[in-house]
Each structure stands twice: as C-alpha cells, then as structure tokens.
C-alpha cells in the first residue's frame, strides 16, 4: 500500500463527479467557504469580546423579590 499515483487520484476524481455531478460539488466548495468565513469572524468577534470587561450583575433588592410571586427566600445552613 504504498502512495497513489496521478492515475488513481483522476480515476477518484472522475468517479466522485460522476456520482455527484459538477454542480453539486461546485456548490458544496461554496457553502465550505462560507462556514469557514462564518467561522473566522466568529473566532475575530470572541477575541475581541473577551477583552471587554463584562457588565457587573444585576442585583435583586427586598422590592424586586416581593414583586415576583415565585421567589422563594431561603438561608443556606451549614452542614454540622
């Protein structure tokens, strides 16, 4: 099994388009480069919001807590 030659990868290749046909193939390599523009604008936009500090958390006061009806207040106890 050593490596191909040009021959076995044209007789591939031929194979693969006449299962497939050009215009499938031509639209599978454009949505490949579309997920992979998708994908490096996404890596560019993680990195850049990691560098932004993030916004404090909201914190729920003794009137926020009687207006929602499904609040439950509980104390945590310690474990003896």
Sequence with gaps: MGSF?????LIVLVVVVLIFGTKK???VGSDLGAAVKGFKDGVK???SSADAPAAPA?????TQ????????????????
């Design 5 to 9: 030659s040009i021959w076995h990868w």
């Design 25 to 27: 193939l031509k639209n």
């Design 45 to 47: 936009d993680g990195t």
């Design 58 to 62: 909201q914190q729920v006061t003794a």
């Design 65 to 80: 807590k009687a207006a929602d009806g499904n609040t439950v207040d509980v104390e945590a106890k310690t474990k003896s």
